[in-house]
């Protein structure tokens, strides 16, 4: 079992550019979750998917920001216009659809 | 609406020494509290949860928390620490019954051994 796997595990974007996270989660788990943490705000929710279906979008800013989940193997999240108050580390975690998530290693975004 | 706190940004205590790390929630409802560990540069790990039953939990490397309704605590607990257990440790809710299984994360306590 490998895990959650993120890619990439690093993404340096200007401002103004799209950026594309993506995040596949443990086989059989039903349900992904999104994460943002930063220093300041620390871990914060994003959006959650359970067999693929949007469930819970109410950490999503509402411009900008987007998930999907096309398949059981992945979920992305995309940031359009990228601004330097997105640099963070985004996390995924994926689960049985229980409270007990297994998390992904992150990906460092930073906006120039 | 939850609300996590962790009242100790940053606890240093000798290795082989106990530690207690604390957190405190606010919520009306029932609630299921767990605790993540996050080393350096990593992403969060599991440690142990609680929901209903015994308020005494057991977890993973000799770690337990208790919740104790009365004070709104779930608190993390070990008798004798390893150097391999520095790390930011995480104290997360979710409300039941809401159909989200989100969590809700306090601002974590960075624990360390004194050298």
């Known amino acids: 079992n490998a895990g959650v796997i993120q890619t990439p595990r690093h993404k340096v974007t200007g401002k103004g550019q799209e950026a594309t996270l993506w995040c596949e989660p443990i086989s059989g788990h039903s349900a992904v979750f999104w994460y943002r943490q930063t220093i300041v705000q620390g871990l914060e929710f994003l959006t959650y998917?359970?067999?693929?279906?949007?469930?819970?979008d109410s950490g999503m800013p509402k411009e900008r920001f987007s998930a999907q989940m096309p398949n059981q193997s992945h979920s992305t999240l995309k940031i359009q216009s990228t601004q330097p108050q997105d640099s963070a580390v985004y996390l995924c975690a994926s689960s049985l659809d229980t409270y007990e998530q297994y998390f992904g290693p992150g990906t460092r975004l930073t906006v120039l | 609406t939850q609300t996590v706190s962790q009242s100790d940004a940053h606890v240093t205590v000798f290795e082989g020494d106990s530690v207690e790390l604390r957190c405190n929630y606010s919520y009306g409802g029932s609630i299921y509290l767990s605790w993540y560990i996050q080393h350096h540069g990593h992403g969060l790990q599991f440690l142990l949860k609680y929901y209903s039953g015994n308020p005494v939990v057991q977890g993973v490397n000799g770690f337990e928390a208790e919740f104790s309704k009365s004070d709104s605590s779930f608190h993390l607990r070990k008798a004798s620490v390893h150097w391999s257990d520095s790390a930011v440790y995480f104290c997360?809710?979710?409300?039941?019954?809401?159909?989200?299984?989100?969590?809700?994360f306090g601002k974590g306590t960075k624990f360390s051994l004194i050298p």
């Open positions: 998917f359970r067999n693929q279906a949007p469930i819970d």
């Open positions: 997360a809710v979710s409300a039941a019954g809401t159909g989200s299984n989100r969590l809700t």
